[in-house]
């Protein structure tokens, strides 16, 4: 199979195409055992070709295992991986059109910039790589610092010349593990913008793992939740987090306040779940579970709260009853917490619009929400499942 | 996890570029040249060692020996030689003692107050090993030498007078030909040894750790002795460890700087093989002399790691 | 009068350090002083009579023996430096990149050369030589197969920390950017272990020009360098051999020097 040696230097042209002429990246119930665990367990996954796509989740979800057998550093114990009509499940890294950038960018310290970015081309037997390396630093805004060894660089300057040595290649699909890891926040920020940036100016396929849930929302068309080596949810980020499927989702991609009740049943495009006394109903589609027990799920910043018998602007059940045990001015928004007559504390978030003073501690309130933002959840599940220690 | 038709069953052993890397097998080869060369040259050689030690002490290198299980060899050996044995180890004992001192203090400075200098110092402390380590010794016969500088200001400050004292030397005109040059040359010769490990383990004790210290404690003596040093103990085992092994067997030092009154086991040794061809009793005062070091250093390191622990 | 104390407080260590590295400078001032002495006069007692350039200008008038003492030991330095580098590096990457049993057991070994005295194992290969019938062929192979022995496993360490030190992600990303095995390890591992394996042969040769306990009881009628200077000690040393030792300690601070020198000026042009 030669398909690197002419690949590579023109991606769409060569290769076999799936039916559809498409190159999309197909994981089929792919595993991944150790000795003593299971690292990735019967994933089915379809990265369709050019899209920014999230593998998200906390350390040890096997996100990372999943990455290394696309690059081929590690091999599945079952299961394939298709790029387009291709298998390349047990292809040597080396032979699959495939680059990634690594955690900690492992540059070669002995090659300096330009040659580290060169190093791709040059395994392949390409001469004259001088005009692509020097375009490619440009895209990485690097052209000045091409002499310099990959030590004497800031960590921000590191990270861009590991994407450059990996898009140089014009790979089909750009492995990325936590690459703004070792960044600070601020710097952080800017490579997402500038990752997004330059996918779309290139247009590959671009797997990105992380642990960082804002990192995934801000730069992915689509994220892929993965807990205990695990797909628990995939899709649009709004869609997840609008709608999460999971408490493990519900709790990682952002925070929910999750309240046990008991299903009540189907009525017509809404389940009616009774809830502390009062009957909820959660749309059909945001309805994850129709019977029996159940976790009724609301974000804290859909929640309105309110002095204890003052109005609230919301079509719902107004419950009443609680009294503030916390409150956290953060700027942009206030966030409350709020203990419940079911001796449960809720967390709510109240935007900063300065329409009304903070709630002191021991204020009694009422709270409410619009039934059409809660979702609703199988209770055969921990409520606590992804929340973070830290 | 049951696996998919057609796939060919995979090991956890990866065969790419992954954790576990090469096969059993290449490892077995890549070891094999240099574990054959120390297996045949120096695991094999004690057997030999411990087999001649145990030869017919009637024998000779001309009519040959005889293996006759003789263990009288060792009562023979370590009665005829267990001053020079108790010299080995005293005179070891104190140049250790004397190297973890002042390479203490070299080392402490290289790793906390040398500043840019660290890597220059490091260079400066191997740079003895740069020359031949019997020219060096050599040259303590002219430091020491008895119209030197050297006695004269250890006579002028008295020095000569406690040295004699302790037995140190014999008369308080010279230096040289005395226990005392003997001791000065392993120290001088294995300073190195005890520079670099305690330099090793003192560079990795965390600065703001001395701070708290500092701290914590008034004195910065006691902060030293609460802190620092505890943390410096593998450095120091291992410092004391690799100068007294080698200052033990070494008999250089006292052919050069000694007299006859301060022969080390390894001139015994040596003159028995060479010069005597008395294989049996040198091959057991070797043996004896391991012994007594592996003996020595389990005791000294189970006492180290235990205080370590508290 | 508090700040020259705090001054001196500061620096009392460091001063004290400076003192102690001054003293192990001493003798091998004392060689390089030796080394113009004129002892023409009575080579009996080792002191400082008059300067001349003869010791250095007029090998011909070496004292005999030593000039050939010196080849010995440069030959056997050289040879013991290229095959202990060889089978020590081919160790350490077994040892630090695959997994096999008897590993610890390897480890062992290794590390109880360095910890034996060197009279044990010198006088353990000779037990081994005479039992083995070359009691009456003990010179430069002995003396070859000695050096081997113990250089071996200070070898063996050296490449080792400088292997484990190494990344393996280095490696997986040659992987991952299409170079093969060989050219991952050619161009990538080998590269970044090579000054490892310098210093390992750097310190293989010193170890070997330099060692003598364990060659003395194996060399059979052959002297080297070190040898040389043991057994003239007992007729009266000719300088000359001083001018060997200043040699060598020219040659290796010129390495160490210019290694640094080399890396500072790359330093300095990669980042003007």
Known sequence: MSQVHEGAAAPSGAHARGADGSRDLRLTGLTKEYATFTAVKSLDLVVPQGEFFALLGPSGCGKTTTLRMVAGLDTPTSGTIHLGDTEITFEKPYRRPVNTVFQNYALFPHLNIAKNVAFGLERRGIKNTRQQVADMLELVELTSQAHKKPTQMSGGQQQRVALARALINKPEVLLLDEPLGALDLKLRRGMQLELKRIQTEVGLTFVHVTHDQEEAMTMADTIAVMNQGVIEQMGAPSELYENPRTTFVANFLGQSNLIAGEIEGRDGDHVKVRVQGAVASVPGDRAHSDSGKGWLGIRPEKVLIAEAGTPIDAPGDVITGGYVTDVSFVGVSTQYSVMMPWGQELTVFEQNTGARSMLPVGTKVDISWRPEFAFLLDASQDAKAGIEDD | ?310 | MTRARRWIGEHLVLGLGLLVLAYTFVPIAIVVLMSFNDSSTSRNVYKFQKFTWDNWLHPGSWADGMADSVWLSIRIALLATVVATALGTLAAFALVRHRFAGRSAANLIIFLPMASPEIVMGSSLLALFVSAGFGGQLGFWTILIAHIMFCLSFVIVTVKARLSGLNDNLEQAAMDLYATEAQTFWRVTFPLVLPGIVGAALLSFSLSFDDFIITNLNAGQEVTFPMFVYGANQRGVPMEVNVIGTAMFVISIAVVLGNEIVRRRQEKALAA
């Open chain 2, 1 to 310: 996890m049951t696996s998919t038709a057609g796939v060919p069953p995979v090991s956890t052993d990866d065969t790419t570029a992954a954790k576990p890397r090469g096969r059993k097998l290449t490892g077995y080869w890549l070891i094999l040249p240099g574990a054959v060369w120390l297996l045949l040259f120096f695991v094999i050689p004690f057997y030999s060692l411990v087999a001649s030690s145990l030869f017919d002490p009637k024998g000779s290198v001309l009519t040959g020996y005889e293996m006759t299980w003789h263990v009288g060899n060792y009562v023979d050996a370590f009665n005829q030689y267990k001053g020079q044995l108790g010299r080995s180890l005293l005179y070891a004992g104190l140049a250790t003692l004397t190297c973890l001192v002042v390479g203490y203090v070299l080392a402490y400075a290289i790793a906390f107050k040398a500043g840019r200098w660290k890597n220059l110092m490091l260079v400066l402390v191997i740079a003895p090993f740069f020359t031949s380590f019997l020219l060096r010794t050599l040259s303590w016969k002219l430091i020491l030498a008895d119209d030197g500088w050297v006695v004269g200001v250890a006579q002028a400050i008295h020095l000569t007078d406690v040295l004699n004292i302790i037995g140190l030397t014999t008369t308080d005109d010279r230096l040289l030909a005395t226990p005392f040059a003997v001791i000065a040359g392993l120290t001088y010769n294995f300073l190195p040894f005890m520079v670099l490990p305690l330099y090793a383990s003192l560079e990795k004790v965390d600065i703001r750790l001395i701070e708290a210290a500092g701290d914590l404690y008034a004195s910065p003596m006691r902060g030293f002795f609460k802190v620092t040093f505890p943390l410096s103990l593998p450095g120091v085992v291992a410092g004391t460890l690799l100068t007294f092994i080698p200052a033990a067997g070494d008999y250089v030092n006292a052919q050069l700087l000694g007299s006859t009154n301060t022969k080390m086991i390894g001139n015994s040794i040596q003159s028995l093989f060479t010069t005597q061809g008395d294989y049996a009793t040198a091959g057991a005062l070797s043996v004896i002399l391991m012994v007594i070091i592996v003996a020595a250093v389990m005791a000294y390191v189970r006492t180290a790691g235990t205080e370590e622990l508290v």
